[in-house]
């Protein structure tokens, strides 16, 4: 007969329930609720500690999670993702994917479902997150498509492919050595791929069509990204312009970019040409017609101090004030590049004075007027020296230019780490070829350290990788998996549910075992979920006469369907700031995910083994 849960298991269950329910209702942020709980947990247990323990020992329960390696795993990838950013390292294959996005945005998604899909088969899913995040978000940034809606899609998408083999999670390798361990026989790479490829396909639909419709827009379009910048593009020798017409280039433009007074015949080296667009368009017109927005020698000038000094190239927009000397200059009489060093790039007029008289010198050289925007790059120092002496009010959001000469570094750091985790260092074992497996967390970690010693990441730009809500929701989860745990309400749950099962047909009871553990690892953590239900399958297998097999198989997929809360898996939590997502948004998503994979899953592994 079934005991009573312990005082502690009875707290736990309630403590778990209460932080759901209260992150399901959206009245308080995720963070004040996660601190709240941490506090609940550490003062509980100081006050009526759990049996064999010391009140100070309930601490270490409740704040562990901020020194947990989950937690520091997720810092360390968010940071080679920041340097994977401030380097333009994913340009290249994000271009490629804009490309398709531009043609057809659904095909966009369905490709990025496809590829993320695909790649979590072979490589650990958080690897694979952390390489897409900043490719979405670049995608986002061209105003595409949404973040919030190619986020949370592509991240299941990830989960659903990391499910079909033994190495695609960690946690599919802790149950199946588990298993092992308990007597069944070894199961292959890819011995349940079929299964998971079927179900697959029923749920990729679903990520494509619905889940996106059922995400809000979350994205917010800066200002800036508004503002239409007038600038004149330089003619170089080398550049595509150099003997051709616009009308041969303009295809390979982005969207945006406008010709003003357009020169009849082929153009010219050292030809200048007033072109308008926001910063964006004009800097990646700069690319690809390989010109320059401002003279070649301030550019230089500004490259070679940056490298001299280590300091990162910023660009920044600026108001003209009432009372700069700027006022009805142009670029060419203010002297600006001399006197600061830096380079405007572009000036963006407000509607509000676009009638204005004058505006234009006999050269057809912009005026400069009060309230005109200017785009400008340069050292910080001399960024400050500039708008402190010429009277300009410096806006927000400025945008650090990436540091492409490190681009292929960081890609190799990356890469470094995703091999080492997936496949491992390079080792032979006398004449035999034994490579070490290295755990995510170290791969991670020596991937942030590497970043940080080769100047990929600087120091002082930490702060903005890491997400101060992501971090306290991870401690706070952590910690509920681990009273849960510690206190014996995930052990006296699964004793209710053996003792539940015994009276059901084979197909109930594996379906009954899949949602058991779905439910545990959307609320505790995967890793307690595999280490409390794998044991229990087989037992109950075991009692029922039934294949163990199938019924491991239904923990192992119910340790991966962690849509539902953004505290179920890490990448989960990687997502959640990028995207602007908050509890509810994987609630409603990806709850009916949840509830069609476990049927499909079910069924699937019935017809399977013929039970």
């Known amino acids: 007969m079934l005991e009573a849960p312990s005082y502690h298991a009875i707290a736990a269950m309630?403590?778990?329930i209460a932080m759901f329910i209260a992150f399901a209702r959206g009245r308080y942020p995720e963070e004040i609720i996660s601190l709240v709980t941490i506090a609940v947990i550490g003062v509980g247990l100081y006050f009526a500690p759990l049996e064999g323990t010391k009140p100070t020992d309930g601490l270490a329960i409740a704040f562990g999670g901020f020194g947990h390696q989950a937690l520091i795993t997720i810092c360390a990838l968010m940071i080679m993702g920041r340097g994977l950013v401030v380097t333009g390292a994913l340009e290249?294959?994000?271009?490629?994917?804009?490309?398709?996005?531009?043609?057809?945005p659904q095909i966009g998604l369905l490709t990025a479902l496809m590829v993320a899909f695909t790649l979590s088969m072979f490589v650990n899913d958080t690897p694979v997150m952390v390489l897409l995040i900043p490719i979405i978000v670049a995608i986002a940034a061209k105003g595409l498509m949404?973040?919030?809606?190619?986020?949370?899609?592509?991240?299941?998408?990830v989960l659903i492919g990391g499910m079909a083999t033994t190495i695609g999670t960690s946690t599919n390798i802790l149950v199946v050595s588990i298993a092992a361990d308990l007597g069944m026989p070894a199961i292959g790479v890819f011995q349940f791929t079929p299964i998971v490829l079927i179900a697959g396909l029923i749920a990729l639909p679903y990520l494509w069509l619905v889940m996106p419709r059922m995400l809000r827009d979350n994205s917010v379009l800066p200002d800036n990204l508004r503002r239409t910048f007038h600038t004149r593009l330089r003619v170089g020798s080398s550049s595509l312009l150099a003997g051709a017409e616009i009308a041969a280039v303009r295809s390979k433009l982005p969207e945006g970019i406008t010709?003003?007074?357009?020169?009849a015949g082929p153009l010219q080296p050292e030809q200048r040409l007033h072109i308008s667009g926001t910063h964006e368009a004009l800097e990646e017109a700069a690319r690809v017609l390989k010109g320059e927005l401002a003279p070649s020698w301030v550019l230089d000038r500004i490259r070679r101090i940056s490298k001299a000094q280590g300091e990162d190239i910023v660009a920044v927009e600026m108001t003209?004030?009432?009372d700069s000397r700027l006022v009805t200059r142009t670029l060419a009489s203010s002297g600006i590049a001399d006197l600061y060093g830096v380079a405007v790039l572009g000036i963006h007029r407000p509607n509000r004075i676009l009638g204005v008289r004058d505006t234009y010198t006999e050269a057809g050289d912009l005026r400069i007027l009060e309230g005109d925007v200017l785009l400008v790059m340069g050292i910080e120092e001399d960024l400050q020296n500039f708008a402190r002496n010429d009277g300009l009010l410096r806006l927000e959001g400025a945008r650090e230019l990436p540091r492409r000469s490190k681009a292929a570094l960081a890609g190799a750091i990356m890469l470094g780490a995703i091999a080492t985790a997936s496949l491992g260092l390079p080792w032979f074992d006398g004449m035999r070829y034994?490579?070490?497996?290295?755990?995510?967390a170290i791969a991670a970690l020596a991937g942030a350290i590497l970043m940080f010693v080769t100047g990929c990441v600087k120091f002082d730009r930490v702060g903005r990788a890491l997400s101060a809500k992501v971090i306290v929701l991870i401690a706070a989860s952590l910690a509920i998996g681990r009273v849960i745990d510690a206190s014996g309400a995930a052990a006296w749950l699964g004793e209710a549910l053996a003792l539940g099962l015994a009276y059901l047909p084979p197909a109930l009871v594996l379906s009954a075992i899949m949602l058991f553990v779905t439910l545990l690892t959307n609320f505790a953590s995967n890793a307690t979920a595999a280490t409390i239900g794998t044991p229990i399958a087989y037992s109950i297998a075991s009692e029922l006469g039934l294949p163990p097999e199938p019924l491991v198989l239904a923990v192992l997929f119910g340790c991966n369907l962690?849509?539902?809360t953004p505290i179920a898996y890490q990448t989960n939590l990687l997502i959640m700031s990028e995207g602007g997502y908050e509890f509810g948004d994987y609630l409603r998503a990806g709850g009916p995910l949840v509830a069609l994979m476990v049927m499909?899953?079910?069924?699937?592994?019935?017809?399977?083994y013929g039970l």
């Open 434 to 440: 034994a490579p070490i497996k290295l755990p995510i």
């Open 600 to 608: 499909l899953l079910s069924v699937l592994l019935v017809v399977w």
């Open 562 to 564: 962690c849509y539902a």
């Open 259 to 263: 010709f003003h007074d357009v020169p």
């Open 146 to 157: 949404a973040s919030s809606k190619i986020l949370m899609p592509v991240n299941t998408a």
């Open 92 to 104: 290249p294959f994000a271009r490629m994917l804009e490309g398709v996005f531009r043609a057809n």
């Open 320 to 322: 003209v004030t009432s």
């Open 14 to 16: 309630a403590v778990t």
